[in-house]
């Protein structure tokens, strides 16, 4: 028996508690003062519910777009040799190190009017920065990473020999994927698309920038909670603060069952 | 998320056997959209980040980095880092030994709740704070009677970079410690190695890449928190901004030129990482693949 399990489980627990576990905790007892209409109409509002679409309908379609393209950039990474590979399996990770305001102001330069990108889309039609599709272009950005690095290592693991005994058998190769490499990939792709939609969700420092923050338009539900302490409303901040920590506790739920299935799916693998 | 076990993979072992290679019109088809993908939505926008701070010239550049309040700015984001990360590193090694070396029930528990801060939005855990310490809040009269400030000072943004920085440091090191058991550490103890000794000397050379790998991290995300840290903060230029709030506010006043040079410093701050990042990962599948020597030897 080795020494030292009181002393680290005290300090894991103590500062858990202190650091996390506590504040969190004032967020219910503070919204447990509110009487259930009360709580109702700071949660409920038109203004509060457009918000809630916006959120969780960019980040739903940012997701999707990213498990396609994460999906196709980890088995261009994993299977083939170019020039610039290194290069992009490297900057992949750039969303998680680059700090969240920087994105959002870069992006808005890139497609504002007179920008790189907004130049070439206005004459289309096609108007990105201060709109909602503004919120799905940064959301893109934030989740870009997420299922790259959880399908990679799956795939990197997953055993040629399989492919041989499908192509031995007469599987055309787009049949082995369907029916051999995409079964074995798919825990680690949900994963990856839960885990890039929970933070899209939360996201803020990347998205008021291009965001525009129209009212009922382009709002995003962490800033209405922003909105909401600046006019000094606590309660309706809080109580809408309540739902969107509801919400990532039922995804984290479910991230925790996808990554238990996908180790279960892995481990069966010789 | 977890990079470190793949990277010490041989690359084209695919592209060598019939039966995993694709025909090369597939190949250069996905390869052109993958990389077409990455430098629209990754590669243009770190671009823009530094075509926009010189596009006024070298001067104007200089003078917004040099200038009092983006100085202070600086001098506060690397304290918080600085209060942050070892806060997190004694945190990460002490949940990460516990977890790893000892059995006890509600572990899974446990685990999931050190990952608790990635899953709230950095706009709730700001306003945890303010609802525990603000003027309303729990503690709100007591500290006004003592007349100590929390929240829109310093002592809240350093608490603020401290919740959102949390699992980074435990979540590298649990898996790996997990993954290499305890018999070293058992056989030092059998031998009469104190408990301190046995981690020094033992634990620590095994998982020191990982700890690094999970510093690295960890600092990124304390310099460059902005939605926990703008809650909290109260916006006093020279007092309570960090550069991510110094850039926002200098971006809304239109000062982009000055906004990008700021934004530019934190951009190179995210090059460095990704590159010591790379390199960590490297020197950690040379590890394991000379302990995995060592065992066949």
Known sequence: ?270 | MNGLFAAGHRYGRFETRAATRDPAWVKWTLVGLGVSYFALFLLLPLISVFAEALRKGWEVYFAAIVEPDAIASIKLTLLAAAIAVPLNVVFGVAAAWAVAKFDFRGKQILITLIDLPFSVSPVVAGLIYVLVFGLNGWFGGWLREHDIKIIFAVPGIVLATVFVTVPFVARELIPLMQAQGKEEEEAAVVLGASGWRVFWQVTLPNVKWGLLYGVILCNARAMGEFGAVSVVSGHIRGLTNTMPLHIEILYNEYQFAAAFAVASLLALLALVTLILKTFVEWRQAKAIAAAQEDAHS
């Open chain 1, 1 to 270: 028996m080795l020494p030292g399990f009181s002393l680290s489980l005290g300090i894991t627990l103590t500062y858990l508690s202190l650091v996390v576990l506590i504040p969190l905790l004032t967020l219910f007892l503070k919204t447990a003062q509110l009487s259930w209409p009360q709580f109702w109409e700071a949660v409920a509002a038109p203004r509060v519910v457009a918000t809630y679409l916006l959120s969780f309908g960019a980040a739903l379609a940012a997701a999707l777009l990213n498990a396609a393209f994460g999906l196709l950039l980890a088995w261009v990474l994993v299977r083939y040799n170019f020039p610039g590979r290194k290069l992009i399996d490297t900057l992949v990770d750039l969303p998680f190190a680059l700090p969240t305001a920087v994105a959002g102001i870069a992006l808005t330069a890139l497609y504002s009017k007179n920008g790189w990108l907004g130049s070439l889309l206005e004459p289309l039609g096609v108007k990105v920065a201060f709109t909602p599709l503004g919120v799905f272009v940064a959301l893109v950005f934030i989740g870009l990473p997420f299922v790259v690095r959880t399908v990679q290592p799956v795939l990197e693991d997953h055993d040629a020999e399989f492919e041989e005994a499908a192509a031995s058998l007469g599987a055309s190769r787009l049949r082995t994927f369907a029916q051999v490499i995409f079964p074995a990939v798919l825990p680690a792709l949900l994963t990856g698309f839960a885990l890039a939609f929970a933070r899209a969700v939360g996201e803020y420092g990347s998205v008021i920038f291009i965001a525009g923050n129209m009212p009922y338009v382009s709002e995003i539900t962490p800033l209405i909670i922003i909105t909401k302490l600046e006019q000094y409303d606590y309660r309706g901040a809080t109580a809408v603060a309540v739902v969107m920590l509801f919400f990532s506790f039922v995804l984290l739920l479910a991230i925790n069952l996808l990554q238990a299935w996908s180790a279960r799916r892995s481990g069966r693998q010789p």
